[in-house]
């Protein structure tokens, strides 16, 4: 207990000294701890949720699913559905085939990568327990919910295939025709062979990345309708504009007739990147029938049917000097896409492969990635999405590499890291880290956690057998952040680019709306980017409205993951806003009577250089509505747009240690302590980073210690609900200590790397190199995730024998 | 058909449910309350947490016809007008949402909470929010905000 007191009192020492520093809030929106817009409604109940919306004459949608892994679909008949109460229709995959296509992949990341056909409703043969197999349409939803078990089905069993390692051999059970090996992805760089040869130390582990249900609070729910001209789709979805082209393609809607509205959705964790079955269907529903359709997933259904994620296996091997310098590091990756390849399925390891070396040097890397396709419910992007299983793989190699060798796991990073006078630093995997410094957040956190003391204890509580051992595990992570450059994105076959849109519109009486190409479900951008609107304008905070969300009114982006909306979409921003001071500088100057050249702008006022006469934005907004004496071949509008590709990845980064206590009798394990020192460059809001660094931290340490989605062999998911699968509850985690470095990112004028995901990518490694090195007396080299009780002490009576 | 009554916010209705019906589809589907959602079908989750007769429950957990006769109160009929309850604000203080799927019931389980520990430790606050589960805070601001919010209501008296 003591150690925690020590470093809430050294939190505080250094938040007075300020060097946490909240940025003094003189005139500057940008690093200010606003509180947020979004909660005015959130924390109301007057929310918009898609499951919110209710329609004249709305009909609801239920689906029946295939109870079974995979099987045929011998005979399937919905019209005895059809005379159940408030049934209007039902119908089957056969009935739907004609229109409904195949659900897209977007990122065939080799030329020779099997891309099986996915319809949204199964046909002929069901290929994880869960895929839609028919469905009910009926006026409210118990009753369409009633009238599933009217719809006659017959099944003819096939053989599930659960394992990937059983699902390569030549003998194994097909799930496609093509057979199970989706791709195999080779990456390189050095001589790996001269790296290993003779090399002194060499580590080889192999760990498993376990199946994870991102589980977004909200449940996912669709809404469409027609007019019968055109159609609007409401979607609980982070990337409306991604999924309205889809769609478009898939069901043969023209893109402009087509409107795709993300309300309020109540979180994602990349669950909501995506183009489900669900939302074609809904489509398809609403233009055969003319009448809106809803469908609410239950949480059944969504852990059954929502993308999982990671979901690996990872040999490893690292070679070393004897003084732990690394020579280089070998990857072979078995990754379980499920029974198809869903929108970005295939490059989520991939995007993992650039990031094994960590903030590392090392003279060779080698990289094998093989796609296997099993029955059950495909994979996709989740919280981090390929780069928290990279870092997992080397922060737990770097650990154990220190226990071969008998030093300090922060010693071992120390000599290999990459120091901050090497920036910028191009990695044995080809990317260049702009800016960082390993060694100042590393120093930080290990102020703030008190680490020689608890080394200390750590090792008095050895010597005197306690049967609570207390584990210290390290994890100086980094991350690919901002996706992305297109360029970058074309080399690796993704379907599109990676760029942000944003635009600013000023309002004749001197407000602005702000309209974004990201879609928040979360984060806080209505916040976050009305304060860069405030300074780059010069407008009160509040005078800015933050539009997203719906392809009619912010019809153009990208939308939200990868850590990008800032980094890119905030980057988008600033240079509308350049745009627009430009426009409002050339009337300023006729109004002025001065010439362009010699106005300057400072916190909304123009200015005629060296004299007071001045006039604001506000003023200039109104004279450009009224258009009365503009000045010649100048338009009546200061509105701009902006679109920004970056031209490379920035690389946040930082340390995170982690305390627990196991109990070796018992095999539980409990946080004692946290510390997460993490520079994301430059900071817009400090508060709703602080409540992301958290929120990312917690499912990090939900993936170590308590989540799941287990099958049985025969591919049933064993973990539905919430009741099987545990997410970690208020009670389950500690307080978090938190702090920051900065070294601003030199890619963007914000100086911004982004945070979305940093927590998650950091926690996991640090929580269970904590575990393992707890049980280092016990002979403990390893223990499988989650690790809950059962497995520490497998583990303890493993490692001891 | 049965009929019942039930005092929501506030307002009385009388409506004719089936027996089977939720009481949090009760609330979001037939009377528009839609700022009590649904986050599970096991009552793990706890979003449709909501007060009945002053106590917490979880609206998916409970019958429509068992709420005959109740008084209901959920995160809509919290504020006072355009001035939000002090609980409501400490959320907002405290950034302790960011989706804010959670909150209503969050908010709701804090106010249970306090009604019998209006002064709780942190460790209190955590066990007693075990039933309402967050994806996107970590609970750390959750847990500041519900001592903000409970300092805050002593100081002005308020109980729910
Ligand atoms: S919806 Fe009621 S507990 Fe989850
Ligand atoms: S704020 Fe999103 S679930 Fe709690």
């Not at chain 1, 938190?738 to 490694?765: C, D, W």
């Not at chain 2, 805070?137 to 002005?156: C, E, F, H, L, P």
């Amino acid at each position: 207990m003591t150690e925690e007191l020590d470093a809430g009192i050294v939190a505080r020492q250094i938040a007075e000294s300020g060097e946490l520093g909240e940025p003094a809030r003189n005139r500057h929106e940008v690093g200010a701890a606003r509180r947020r817009k979004e909660d005015a409604r959130l924390v109301t109940g007057r929310t918009r949720w898609t499951d919110n919306i209710q329609l004249p004459g709305m009909l609801y949608v239920a689906f029946l699913r295939s109870p079974m892994a995979h099987a045929r679909v011998t005979r399937v008949d919905a019209s005895p559905a059809l005379h159940r109460p408030g049934v209007v229709a039902a119908f089957t995959g056969r009935d739907l085939a004609g229109e409904q296509g195949s659900l897209p992949c977007a990122w065939p990341v080799t030329e020779d990568i099997v891309v099986p056909a996915h319809p949204p409703m199964a046909v002929d043969e069901v290929r994880y327990a869960g895929e839609a197999v028919a469905c009910v349409v009926a006026t409210d939803r118990y009753r369409a919910y009633d009238a599933l078990e009217s719809i006659e089905i017959d099944y003819e069993p096939l053989p599930a295939v659960v394992d990937m390692n059983a699902a390569l051999e030549d003998d194994a059970p097909r799930v496609h025709e093509e057979g199970n090996r989706a791709y195999v992805w080779k990456f390189g760089t050095g001589d790996i062979d001269a790296a290993f040869r003779d090399a002194p130390v060499v580590v080889e582990r192999t760990f498993v990345q376990q199946r994870l249900i991102p589980t977004a609070m909200e449940p996912r729910a669709v809404v469409a309708q027609t007019d019968g001209d055109s159609f609007t789709l409401h979607s609980s979805t982070q990337v409306p504009h991604i999924l309205r082209i889809m769609l478009a393609t898939v069901t043969g809607i023209p893109e402009h007739k087509l409107r795709v509205i993300a309300p309020d959705v109540g979180g994602g964790f990349g669950s909501k990147l995506q183009v489900t079955a669900e939302e074609v269907l809904l489509l398809l529903l609403a233009r055969r029938l003319g009448k809106p359709v809803k469908w609410t997933e239950s949480r059944s259904e969504g852990n059954l049917t929502v993308h999982h994620g990671r979901d690996q296996i990872q040999r490893l091997s690292l070679a070393a000097e004897a003084d732990g310098r690394l020579r280089g590091l070998r990857v072979d990756l078995l990754a379980d896409m499920g029974a198809y390849l869903m929108l970005i399925t295939p490059g989520i390891p991939i995007l993992g492969a650039f990031m094994f070396n960590g903030i590392y040097k090392m003279d060779a890397y080698d990289f094998t990635c093989t796609g296997v396709f099993t029955t059950k419910m495909p994979t996709d992007a989740y919280r981090g999405a390929g780069r928290p299983e990279a870092t997992f793989a080397i922060e737990r190699l770097m650990d154990e590499l220190a226990a071969e060798l008998g030093l300090d796991p922060i010693e071992v990073r120390r000599r290999n890291w990459i120091t901050r006078d090497e920036f910028p630093y191009t990695t044995v995997a080809n990317m260049t880290y702009d800016s960082g410094d390993y060694e100042a957040a590393t120093r930080k956190a290990l102020a703030l956690f008190g680490y020689d003391k608890l080394r200390a204890e750590q090792s008095e509580r050895r010597d005197r057998r306690d049967p609570v051992q207390l584990g210290i595990g390290v994890s100086t992570y980094t991350e690919m952040c901002g996706l992305a450059p297109s360029r970058v994105l074309g080399s690796l076959s993704y379907g599109a680019g990676g760029w942000e849109y944003a635009a600013v519109r000023m309002l004749p009486t001197g407000k602005v709306e702000a309209v974004t190409g990201v879609s928040p479900h979360g984060q806080g951008h209505e916040t976050a980017w009305s304060q860069i609107v405030a300074d780059a304008l010069g407008v009160p905070f509040e005078d800015v409205a933050v539009v997203h969300g719906d392809t009619a009114i912010a019809h153009k982006g990208m939308d939200t993951y990868g850590s990008r909306s800032l980094a890119v979409g905030g980057v988008a921003l600033v240079r509308a806003c350049d745009k627009v001071r430009e426009k409002a500088r050339h009337v300023a100057a006729h109004m002025l009577e001065a010439s362009a050249e010699d106005i300057e702008f400072s916190e909304g006022t123009f200015r005629v250089r060296g004299t007071e006469a001045g006039t604001t934005i506000q003023e200039i907004a109104l004279a450009v509505f009224g258009a009365h004496d503009l000045p010649d071949g100048v338009e009546a509008s200061l509105d701009s747009d902006a679109t920004f590709d970056p031209d490379d990845f920035s690389f946040p980064h930082g340390t995170h240690l982690c305390a627990v206590e196991v109990d070796t009798e018992t095999g539980a394990t409990s946080i004692r302590s946290y510390v997460a020192v993490d520079d994301i460059g430059k900071v817009i809001n400090p508060l709703i980073v602080e409540g992301q660094v958290h929120g990312g931290i917690a499912q990090g340490i939900a993936q170590a210690l308590f989540e799941e989605a287990v099958y049985d062999s025969e591919g049933n998911l064993l973990t539905t609900t919430m009741a099987d699968y545990l997410l970690p509850s208020a009670a389950d985690l500690p307080d978090f200590v938190t702090a920051r470095t900065e070294t601003p990112a030199t890619g963007n004028p914000l100086g911004v790397k982004g945070v979305g995901e940093a927590g998650t990518i950091a926690s996991t490694p640090a929580v269970v190199n904590a575990v393992v090195d707890a049980l280092r007396p016990y002979g403990v080299r390893d223990v499988p995730m989650p690790c809950t009780p059962e497995r520490v002490w497998r583990a303890i009576q493993g490692g001891a024998s | 058909m049965t009929r019942i009554t039930v005092t929501v916010d506030g307002v009385a209705h009388e409506e004719e449910v089936e027996p089977r019906l939720l009481l949090v589809h009760l609330l979001r589907d037939r009377l528009g309350k839609i700022g009590t959602p649904v986050g599970c079908d096991t009552s793990n989750c706890g979003a449709c947490t909501i007060m009945m007769d002053g106590r917490s429950v979880k609206s998916c957990s409970v019958l429509a016809v068992q709420a005959d006769g109740s008084e209901l109160l959920t995160v809509e009929g919290l504020a006072d007008g355009p001035t939000w309850h002090p609980m409501q604000r400490a959320f907002h203080e405290e950034h302790a949402l960011q989706c804010g799927y959670c909150t209503p019931g969050m908010i709701m389980a804090a106010l249970d909470l306090l009604k019998d520990d209006p002064d709780p430790s942190d460790e209190a606050i955590r066990h007693g929010l075990e039933g309402n589960l967050c994806r996107c805070t970590g609970y750390s601001n959750i847990v500041k905000a519900v001592r903000r919010g409970a300092r805050a209501m002593s100081d002005q008296e308020v109980t729910t």
